[in-house]
């Protein structure tokens, strides 16, 4: 069993940062590959980048792949996003999950969720 609680998120304005923070229970973290997604209103969840459990291999979304950094630190149980350069189309709830295989980017795959924390990118 693996439990996820999400934190960090926040009002941010245009072109700031923010880092959201995954904290993971449960002595098998460092075998799941963790993954972000995030859900804005009215649209399905989507992938957002995701990080292979000895932290050798990340994966991002094209429309975040030059702004969000995901990284883990297996000591603490935890797995970070480094949002920068924010637009408001960013603006979503953003959920950690854990999947114990190798294929990344389907919700499908996650076998565990956070509840996820709101972003809300707004001048």
């Known amino acids: 069993q693996v439990q996820l609680v999400e934190s960090g998120g926040g009002l941010v304005q245009p072109g700031g940062s923010l880092t959201l923070s995954c904290s993971a229970s449960?002595?098998?973290?460092?075998?799941?590959?963790m993954g972000w997604f995030r859900q804005a209103p009215g649209k399905e969840r989507e992938f957002v980048a995701a990080i292979r459990w000895s932290g050798s291999r990340s994966y991002s979304s094209d429309s975040v792949k030059d702004r969000f950094t995901i990284s883990r630190d297996n000591a603490k149980n935890t797995v970070y996003l480094q949002m920068n350069s924010l637009n408001p189309e960013d603006t979503a709830v953003y959920y950690c999950?854990?999947?114990?295989?190798?294929?990344?980017?389907?919700?499908?795959?996650?076998?565990?969720w956070g509840q996820g924390t709101q972003v809300t990118v707004s001048s």
């Open positions: 999950a854990a999947t114990p295989g190798t294929v990344v980017t389907p919700e499908a795959m996650y076998q565990y």
């Open positions: 449960g002595r098998t973290f460092s075998r799941y590959t």
